[in-house]
């Protein structure tokens, strides 16, 4: 049974401008997707739509099925919001690219998380706190108990994608979406960050939705990606084969530009390195 | 594109009616009005009449013409206090939005203070000092806004301030002086435009406030306010006396606040060019 | 060897706040010698930058500008300055005058610094205009922009067209140095490869030495001869930019390149 399953997924302004136009696409449980595309590409706008999270303005139709693997999926399409707000979190949860609009700045981190264990898991008391010290844990929060106690914004940007990353992941959903988890983040920090999101979704065995406009970070993560432009998606497949015969012109611009930059790399990586051989 | 575009400036359009219709009366009251303001020309409170066509007052004055000199006051007091509040405010404010640390702060304090401070409370302590009169009542006015238009203005020239164009600007060479008349006012003003605009709808209405206390011109000159205050006892046999002041302090506020909705939509950039 | 055009010595740089951001930072900038600035948020990279630009003051320590300290308060150096140290800077959407046609906004350093006036001694207000508007449109032309961009307004442009318009703007003058702050990091990465090579086609053809502001590597490895790794404050390394990336010696500059996001080796 799928986690995902989008059909003709079209989303449409009041201008009539489509923002997303025709996208299909599904994830299979535990399975793995990068979504990648430039700024306007509408990825943002398909993962708002998976959690039934588009501004009510906007005109949507087509089909999209969300379910956790056991139960009969639903449709998310024109749901009540009440249905909406049991299946956010708990089926499928989104880790957005600025933590700190996740996060409630008035809240320290330890109320935050406590609300939604306490909510699924019906913790209370000093069970409701380990919960919480182990959830802070499990995203390698190195004093869990030092970032319970702080707010947002005394911590650092990747501690707060962190403490974002361990609310999303509270309610054990089936599913989590990342929408450019890491583009605020520094380069080092990027990196641990990609690791953790790895190495918790494979524990887990979560479904990904990993959107990005940069190549090289979503093959740290998936081989199985789709591009999008304009709203559609004009390639699919494994990002290997993309790379290295991209069909649409717009993939090969993107496809070009990134091996540019990565060459430029290599070449300065390596002439050094022959020098002290040489 | 030009639905909406009719759409955005339809609210410009209303409110351009609204004000320009008292605007127009006061114009008028400059050279006619049906009779003298303090004559006694008819019976007292007498009711619509081709004669007089609100009526009359407990004193037998002419209620059209005497409505017609309140347009006349209210406009004035727009104008002159809108004047007084937008030197005042932008100087200030740009001096504050441009100074750093203890002297902004300071600055800052001192709007707050005045903002803080009732414009009515002010008006008492001016009209204790130079006597009831329009004069009294525009300066009183015009000071409370400042405030208002310093502390807006200030914020917006920090706003500008931290963008990188001002740096690139400095980076050419270019003087402070020009930096204020070339890129900070043009970004700011259009912002200020719209408070301008705004206060001046209220600030007709604070000044049918000071008249209503007797803070404003004094008689026989008919501010709204006064004329409101002259209707108060009388307000269940001539309602009309009541009502023709009331609504047309109604229309000038909400004309100005629409006319400044509509400013605001002009004034955007984005939406100026697209056509 | 000719003299470096810009320079630091031990420079130091607070806030009012007391923070300190940088200590003893010790660089040159020669001619012809692209450097990169590398390093995350709080390294203070962006601090040289404009320490280096004059906007900023050092708390301690001195900037050298063609071998004399760096001193605005005297016209005729800051004029001087002006003209040879251009800026371009990460958000194409903060950098342009919203207000301001395209035309103006690139005429800024001309007209402000008097370039316009000196070329045209005697010349009338119009010659001066006709001037002004001439070298507008060479300026466009060689950040690939059409002519009649001039009469525009910024909003009329994309991220990428943007950025092309600041570098006219920076280039307008004919300066030697162009300090560069995260000139691509705003763009989209085919965007970025497109301004990337823009850049280096300047350098090229302009006699222009590019001083970048950066936290991608790949950027740095694509434009600069030389680079100079920030942390927190401190250079940790510094040299020709093969030897930095291709033998770091910190283990921070490691860290950074092991960090690096890479495409799969097919």
């Known amino acids: 049974m799928k986690i995902v399953d989008v059909q003709n997924l079209c989303v449409e302004t009041v201008e009539g401008s489509k923002v997303v136009s025709e996208v299909s696409f599904s994830i299979e449980p535990g399975a793995r997707l990068g979504l990648i595309g430039e700024s306007g590409s509408g990825k943002s706008m398909t993962a708002l739509a998976i959690m039934g999270l588009l501004p009510a303005e906007l005109k949507v139709s087509g089909s999209l099925l969300l379910g956790n693997g056991k139960d009969q999926p639903v449709q998310i399409l024109g749901a009540p919001e009440k249905m909406l707000n049991r299946i956010r979190g708990t089926v499928a949860s989104i880790v957005f690219q600025e933590p700190l609009t996740a996060l409630d700045p008035l809240m320290k981190i330890g109320r935050q998380l406590s609300e939604p264990l306490r909510r699924w898991q019906g913790l209370t008391g000093d069970a409701l706190n380990d919960a919480v010290l182990s959830a802070l844990a499990e995203v390698r929060i190195n004093k869990p108990e030092r970032i319970a106690a702080s707010y947002p914004y005394e911590i650092s940007g990747g501690e707060r994608q962190r403490a974002a990353i361990a609310m999303a992941l509270a309610c054990e959903p089936a599913l989590l979406i990342a929408d450019e988890p890491t583009t605020a983040l520094d380069v080092t920090v990027q990196a641990e960050v990609l690791t953790l999101l790895d190495a918790v979704v494979s524990n887990r065995g979560m479904s990904l939705l990993f959107i990005s406009h940069d190549l090289a970070v979503v093959s740290r993560i998936t081989d199985h990606v789709l591009v999008m432009k304009d709203g559609s998606v004009v390639e699919s497949g494994s990002l290997r084969d993309i790379l290295q015969d991209p069909q649409h012109p717009y993939t090969r611009d993107l496809v070009t530009s990134a091996k540019e930059l990565d060459k430029a790399l290599d070449i300065a990586l390596a002439t050094e390195k022959n020098i002290g051989i040489g | 594109m030009s639905t909406t575009k009719k759409e955005r400036s339809a609210p410009l359009i209303i409110g351009c009616i609204l004000v320009g219709f008292i605007t127009s009366m006061a114009l008028i009251s400059l050279f006619w009005t049906p009779y003298s303001v303090g004559d006694m020309t008819g019976d007292r409170l007498g009711p619509l009449s081709s004669d007089h066509w609100l009526g009359t007052d407990k004193l037998g004055r002419d209620l059209l013409s005497r409505v017609m000199i309140g347009a006349r006051i209210a406009i004035t007091v727009g104008f002159a206090s809108v004047f007084i509040g937008a030197i005042l405010g932008v100087i200030f404010g740009l001096i504050a939005g441009f100074a750093q640390r203890w002297v902004d702060e300071s600055f800052s304090a001192m709007f707050d203070i005045l903002i803080a401070f009732p414009t009515l409370l002010l008006a008492m302590l001016i009209v204790a000092a130079r006597g009831a009169s329009l004069t009294s009542a525009i300066i009183a006015i015009g000071f409370g806004m400042s405030a208002i238009v310093a502390r807006l203005t200030r914020l917006l020239v920090k706003r500008v301030l931290a963008k990188d164009f001002i740096t690139a600007s400095r980076a050419s060479g270019t003087s402070w002086m020009r930096i204020i008349l070339v890129h900070v006012l043009p970004n700011i003003w259009p912002t200020l435009i719209v408070t301008f605009a705004l206060q001046f709808g209220f600030a007709g209405l604070t000044e049918a406030s000071l008249s209503y206390l007797g803070l404003g011109a004094p008689p026989p000159n008919a501010s709204w306010g006064s004329l409101l205050q002259e209707a108060q006892a009388t307000v269940l046999i001539s309602p009309v006396a009541a009502i023709a002041p009331g609504l047309l302090l109604v229309c000038l506020v909400i004309g100005m606040n629409m006319v400044a909705d509509g400013l605001r939509d002009v004034a955007d950039p984005t939406l100026r060019r697209s056509r | ?266």
């Open chain 3, 1 to 266: 060897m000719t003299s470096p055009i810009l320079e630091t010595r031990n420079l130091n740089f607070s806030y009012n706040s007391g923070v300190p951001i940088l200590h003893d930072v010790n660089i040159s900038i020669t001619k012809g010698q692209n450097v990169g600035l590398v390093g995350e948020s709080g390294s203070g990279k962006s601090t040289v930058l404009r320490l280096l630009l004059g906007i900023y003051r050092p708390t301690q320590g001195h900037i050298l500008f063609a071998g004399e300290e760096l001193a605005l308060r005297n016209r005729e150096q800051a004029r001087r300055f002006r003209s040879q140290v251009q800026v371009v800077f990460q958000d194409p959407y903060s950098s342009l005058d919203p207000r301001q046609r395209i035309d103006q906004l690139i005429a800024e350093p001309l007209r402000s610094l008097g370039i316009a006036r000196d070329a045209n001694v005697g010349g009338s207000r119009a010659n001066i205009r006709d001037w002004m508007e001439n070298e507008v449109v060479e300026a466009l032309k060689s950040v690939g922009l059409p002519a009649d961009s001039a009469r525009r307004y910024p909003d009329e442009f994309s991220g990428g067209q943007r950025q092309r318009i600041a570098i006219a703007r920076a280039i307008v003058c004919k300066p030697q140095v162009l300090l560069a702050d995260e000139p691509v990091s705003a763009l989209d990465v085919s965007t970025r490869v497109r301004v990337i090579e823009l850049i280096a086609e300047l350098g090229a053809t302009k006699d222009l030495t590019i001083v970048m502001v950066s936290h991608d590597l790949a950027v740095v490895a694509a434009l600069c001869k030389q680079s100079i790794v920030l942390e927190k404050g401190f250079v940790v390394e510094q040299g020709l930019t093969a030897s930095v990336l291709g033998a770091p010696s910190h283990a921070y500059t490691q860290r950074l390149i092991e960090s690096l996001p890479r495409l799969p080796v097919n």
